[in-house]
């Protein structure tokens, strides 16, 4: 990897001083108990809470917990303290207070080595993201918002370990930064520095497997992809596969259609088109599908399309001929299953292909959360090399667009410097 533009945690000297750390724990929430069921996340945020207090910091750990738009999963931090305490071996005190003045009074008691998570931050106007969305604020005008001028004063240093969140644009993301000597910490560093490899440096041939329903993402990605040449072959599955035929002038049928223009889609063919055009040799699509008959899997060859029968999953054939192109992969890039994973009869295609992949020798990376949930759940994820945290912002990192959290690193190395190691 070429030299970080962003500091680490080796780049200070934190003992006796006060630390701000900003962790992405925001989990998925049982809806009937409220409670955690999922804590891979907070597991996630260990080493770098261990590293900082073995440097013999006081350290305050923020971070968010549903939002305004995914109201249900708004709850308070408490259960995350009691999940981290449990997994650190060590108390991490709770206060239902983020920034007033009870907080601002714990923090100012804290001694070296203990650990004070506040409550969450989405319970501010200013963190929401249906603030970011109508109230457009430089980084420098968010040093000015209550969270900010009232934590900032009270902290010597602060680290970003929220890679999952670094397409946000708030305040705790990307204003502290202006004010304290900012770094990055280790989950941060691992999850650039495996995607930086897949984009910059990929060991060949590089496979990206693109796949799910949230085909934007893809598109954009495909398009830098192959234009920049990170990625060696393309294989479509999900949506995309489908778009893929239409865009060869193939009718799908009625009950697929329908599933692509209810959602807006269709506006994907265009693109598609030229990218099928300009990359012919790299863009592998899907050479059958599988079709849900009656509460029944059955397998179509693409020649018997359009068929008046929803298509679920990708077929035999194409499983064979993508588990080739993945068997000698130097690089494996993953994002979105196959098919409809949730149903036994549309889940066949990601699990053999999750199979495939981990019998594989090339590297893997995979991110995303449909794309991880289906690993879990149909494959074996100790087989795969990295595991992303993140799912929007994988996806725009590697489709070149630029990321509030890691512009702001970037600013804050060139600003607090860095010693020569």
């Keep these: ?14 003992r006796g001083k006060t630390v701000l750390l900003r962790v992405d724990i925001n989990s998925p929430i049982d809806a009937k108990t409220k409670k955690i069921a999922n804590e891979n996340r907070i597991v996630q945020s260990l080493p770098t809470i261990k590293e900082i207090i073995k440097k013999g910091a006081k350290l305050v750990i923020i971070a968010h917990q549903g939002d305004t738009l995914d109201y249900q999963n708004l709850i308070p931090l408490r259960e995350h303290a ?19 003045p009870a907080a601002r009074e714990k923090i100012k008691n804290l001694k070296a080595g203990e650990i ?24 420098e005008e968010m040093a000015h918002t209550y969270l900010v001028r009232n934590l900032a004063p009270l902290f010597d240093y602060y680290v970003n370990d929220a890679f999952a969140t670094a397409h946000r644009n708030s305040a705790s993301m990307v204003a502290f930064q202006e004010l304290l000597p900012s770094a990055a910490g280790i989950l941060y560093d691992k ?12 060991k060949r041939p590089c496979v990206f497997l693109l796949g799910g329903a949230k085909i934007s993402d893809a598109f954009d990605m495909m398009k830098k992809a192959l234009a920049e040449g990170s990625a060696d072959y393309i294989l479509a599955a999900g949506i995309t596969g489908q778009i893929m035929h239409l865009a060869q002038g193939r009718k799908l049928g009625s009950p697929s259609e329908k599933v692509i223009t209810d959602r807006g889609l269709e506006k994907f063919v265009a693109p598609a088109k030229e990218l099928l055009k300009d990359y012919p ?3 592998h699509i899907p050479l059958d599908f599988a ?19 929803l298509i679920i999953d990708i ?27 949730e149903q036994e009869i549309g889940a066949y295609g990601t699990k053999e292909l999750w199979k495939i992949i981990g019998e594989a020798k090339g590297y893997s990376v995979i991110g995303g959360g449909d794309t991880v949930a289906s690993a879990a759940r149909l494959g074996d994820l100790s087989k795969i090399d990295y595991v992303c945290t993140g799912g929007g912002a994988l ?7 630029k990321l509030p959290l890691v512009e702001a690193m970037k600013k804050a190395r060139k600003r607090w410097g860095v010693k020569e190691k």
């Design 1 to 14: 990897m070429a030299k970080r533009d962003y500091l680490t945690l080796d780049d200070f000297d934190y």
């Design 82 to 100: 009691e999940k981290l305490s449990q997994k650190l071996g060590q108390e991490v005190q709770f206060i239902d207070d983020v920034a007033g």
């Design 116 to 139: 004070l998570l506040l409550d969450n931050l989405r319970y501010l106007t200013e963190e929401a993201s249906t603030f970011e969305d109508a109230v457009k604020l430089t980084p």
């Design 191 to 202: 999850e650039v520095t495996a995607l930086t490899t897949v984009l910059e440096n990929p």
């Design 281 to 283: 040799d790299k863009l």
């Design 291 to 309: 079709v849900n008959d009656g509460g029944r899997r059955r397998e179509v060859s693409t020649d018997e399309l359009p068929i008046e029968n």
């Design 315 to 341: 077929g035999a054939k194409t499983i064979e001929e993508y588990g080739k192109i993945l068997k000698k992969a130097g690089t494996i890039f993953v994002n979105g299953p196959a098919g409809i994973y």
């Design 395 to 401: 996806i725009r990192f590697l489709s070149g667009k």
